[in-house]
């Protein structure tokens, strides 16, 4: 079932996040600030989703952030700015040489502005060397792709358990209330593995059903809060004295008990 793209309500005055279903389990996101008019999409997985919702919208793109090399990713980049040619590019410098030409490069820890709002951009490496997260805190929102996702985090294609942990950690110190945005619609799948760990955790088994229930309604499930990620998601819990309790790991650091949950995860 094709999901239309959802409108999240203003997270401040004239800030707008809408999610864009892309492809068979993608998302984009457009982030408009009504003030000046400004536009940024982060990835491009698929163009026709994406340029229909700026047209319905009467948008003009302004700026295009990417998270990282993946193709589903960044294909859809040459259609969309042949649409918007104005529209500049950011992308991670530790990853350039195999992202689309970039106008401008960032790193973990810098900063910049988007329409008067402080961007921050974090380093997520793991699923991917040289994987970004924005984080918009006049937004209250992290766009964080194959990072930490709804129930789960991606799979390690490059990074180590101890990189991809690290990089949970960063995240995991956001406010509660930010929403974070990610990159595809696994949740459900992520759901029935995450009871696999913590199969007595209320929040989760509560989560669970609420998921299903959207999926039976064709309603996505991303964005999710940082909050609702906290209570019961196995990958960021595996610090904590019951999941490591759980897994026969009280004495093991929470980058080894992470290693275990994703390893688990890939063969689940």
Not at 89 to 96: E, I, L, Y
Not at 143 to 170: K, Y
């Amino acid at each position: 079932m094709t999901m239309p793209p959802v409108t999240t309500p203003d997270r401040i005055a004239g800030c707008e996040l809408v999610t864009i279903p892309c492809l068979s389990d993608n998302y984009a996101f457009l982030l408009h600030d009504s003030a000046s008019g400004a536009t940024a999409l982060i990835d491009a997985p698929e163009a026709a989703p994406i340029l229909a919702e700026l047209d319905r919208r009467r948008w003009t793109l302004s700026e295009i952030w990417i998270t990282h090399h993946h193709a589903d990713h960044v294909q859809a980049l040459p259609e969309i700015l042949a649409a918007h040619p104005d529209a500049s590019v950011t992308g991670a410098a530790a990853d350039a040489r195999r992202l689309p030409s970039l106008d401008r490069t960032v790193d973990g820890g810098d900063r910049f502005a988007f329409a008067g709002h402080d961007v921050h951009v974090i380093d997520v490496s793991g699923h991917t060397m040289g994987h970004i997260a924005f984080y918009v805190p006049d937004a209250k929102a992290a766009f964080t792709a194959d990072s930490l996702m709804a129930l789960g985090c991606g799979r390690l294609f490059e990074g180590t358990p101890e990189t991809m942990w690290a990089s949970l950690s960063r995240l995991a110190v956001l406010p509660p209330e930010t929403l974070i945005c990610s990159g595809h619609e696994y949740t459900a799948a992520n759901a029935r593995f995450a009871l696999t760990i913590e199969p007595d955790n209320a929040a989760l088994q509560d989560r669970a059903k609420a998921i299903q229930t959207a999926r039976d309604k064709g309603q996505p499930t991303v964005p999710s809060s940082l909050a609702l990620e906290l209570a019961t998601n196995p990958f960021l819990r595996a610090g904590l004295s019951s999941v490591k309790s759980a897994l026969s790991m009280q004495h093991d650091s929470d980058a080894a008990v992470f290693a275990t949950i994703r390893a688990a995860k890939d063969r689940f």
